[in-house]
């Protein structure tokens, strides 16, 4: 019976809000398309493409006589199909993390068209651009994204040791791994991280996901990114995805192809402050997340999202501890956007009630939760006081806590609902996660001397 008037006065709420006092608390919104690919440079110039070239011919003929290459006449004629070249690595804490910027660009003129007669692209692009999101300096700088081999090949030329920074139109040159497969085909993995690259040599075989190195914004790069270009058998571009207006190929060369666009999720999450990207330089980039609050602050809830079109829409909402629908907001994009971001500040006062609240994103179906603490305002005293250390985040096994000698603590799991799953006294500074399911979790932690706690998210994968 509870359940029944619980799902009755949420269809209630949440009706009432979109009549009337709809998003009640929002002072201000503000967000856009991902700065990187607001700038359309092109990711090496014609001149250095073609000077590149040059170079591979050169280290292929050498690989060939030493007999760590096919000859053409050795190749197969069997196309060799792709997979996608990035991997996220796994203490990456967001639910997405890269969207396609631009395809090849198959209009000979100043115009534009994408594979599908579509204007993803810039002007005279030759490679796909798959770009990190939601903050890609800090994803870059912690390593969290791999670029990995498309298909098996061999190395044919390597480059490292370049600034990996660039943030606009430069002739520094990239860092870059280049492959050949076995019917010939050439993949160029551009604008790596400075001295990330594999350890493999030229010569070496690499296999479908193997490490390449990570992702980075060497060369002429707007941001990190990865450039990944192909060479047909001809030494033609080739642009791997089936289409009407791609003539490079009139197969895909893509083991699965993905659809043109993936409207999806990539983060979303609470803040002191709205995020800001600066010029979209190293070093500007601050997230500002934040998810402890008191009653009177002001809260920045902010969206992070790949290829937002049109035809769909987002349904924000703010659930209180109790789990009802606080508040209830529906943001739809005016115009398609490959990554872009949208962030709102909401007054809150003395009136809320104080626990466990929830930012819900619900997009395409799905429900994304983000918690967050409003009032016990002596939930983070505890680190304010001390340097503990709370680790490894995600978590396999065991949650490890440093920094508490001489303390009696105690701890609380909470999933993400606010609910309590496990407490107990900290013994051994570790908390045993191996009963866990993966997902994100609560802790709190306690100091049972003086009532001093804090809150932290814990993610087990
Ligand atoms: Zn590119």
Redesign the pocket.
């Known amino acids: 019976m509870k359940h029944f008037y619980t799902v009755f006065f949420s269809f209630l709420l949440s009706v009432s809000f979109t009549i009337g006092a709809m998003a009640q608390g929002i002072l201000q919104q503000g967000g856009g398309p991902a700065p990187s690919i607001s700038q359309k440079a ?3 110039s014609p001149e250095e493409r073609v000077a590149e070239w040059d170079r591979l011919q050169i280290q292929r003929q050498r690989l060939i006589a030493e007999g760590k290459l096919s000859s053409p006449q050795g190749r197969t004629s069997q196309n060799i199909q792709f997979r996608i070249p990035l991997k996220q690595s796994i203490n990456s804490p967001y639910t997405g993390y890269y969207g396609i910027t ?1 395809y090849v660009d198959h209009d000979g003129s100043s115009g534009l068209e994408d594979y599908i007669c579509e204007e993803v692209t810039y002007d005279g ?5 798959y770009a990190t999101w939601p903050f890609p300096w800090e994803m870059m700088d912690n390593n969290d994204v791999e670029v990995v081999a498309a298909a098996k090949g061999v190395i044919i030329e390597k480059r490292d040791g370049n600034f990996d920074q660039s943030c606009d139109w430069n002739n520094k040159p990239w860092n870059a791994v280049y492959v050949e497969h076995a019917d010939g085909s050439v993949a160029w993995y ?2 790596l991280k400075k001295n990330t690259l594999t350890a493999k040599a030229i010569g070496d075989t690499v296999y479908p996901g193997d490490f390449l190195g990570y992702i980075g914004s060497s060369g002429i790069s707007t941001g990190p ?1 990865l ?3 192909l060479f047909d058998t001809d030494g033609s571009m080739l642009d791997p995805y089936i289409g009407t207006c791609n003539p490079t190929s009139s197969i895909s060369r893509w083991e699965n192809q993905d659809p043109h666009k993936t409207p999806s999720v990539i983060h979303h999450q609470t803040g002191n402050r709205a995020p800001d990207y600066g010029n979209f330089c190293y070093g500007q980039e601050a997230s500002n997340e934040a998810n402890v609050f008191d009653p009177g602050d002001v809260i920045y809830l902010s969206i992070y999202m790949r290829d937002y079109v049109t035809s769909t829409s987002s349904t924000l909402k703010l659930i209180s501890p109790d789990g009802f629908i606080y508040d209830s907001w529906s943001n739809t994009p005016s115009q398609f956007y490959p990554l872009s971001y949208w962030w709102w500040s909401y007054q809150t006062n003395n009136s809320f009630p104080q626990g466990m609240w929830r930012f819900d994103l619900e997009y395409d179906g799905k429900t994304y939760s983000y918690p967050f603490q409003l009032g016990m305002a002596t939930s983070n005293d505890l680190k304010d006081e001390l340097e503990i250390n709370i680790g490894p985040n995600p978590v396999r096994d065991f949650v490890n806590i440093e920094g508490l000698e001489n303390l009696r603590l105690s701890y609380e799991m909470l999933d993400i609902q606010g609910r309590l799953l496990q407490e107990g006294l900290l013994e051994n500074n570790r908390i045993d996660m191996t009963s866990f399911a993966e997902g994100l979790y609560l802790l709190r932690i306690r100091n049972l001397e003086n009532g001093q706690s804090l809150v932290t998210k814990v993610v087990r994968k």
């Not at 692009?125 to 651009?129: I, S």
């Open positions: 092109p990711c090496i631009n692009h030759r490679g796909t651009d551009g604008h990114h450039h990944f270009e």
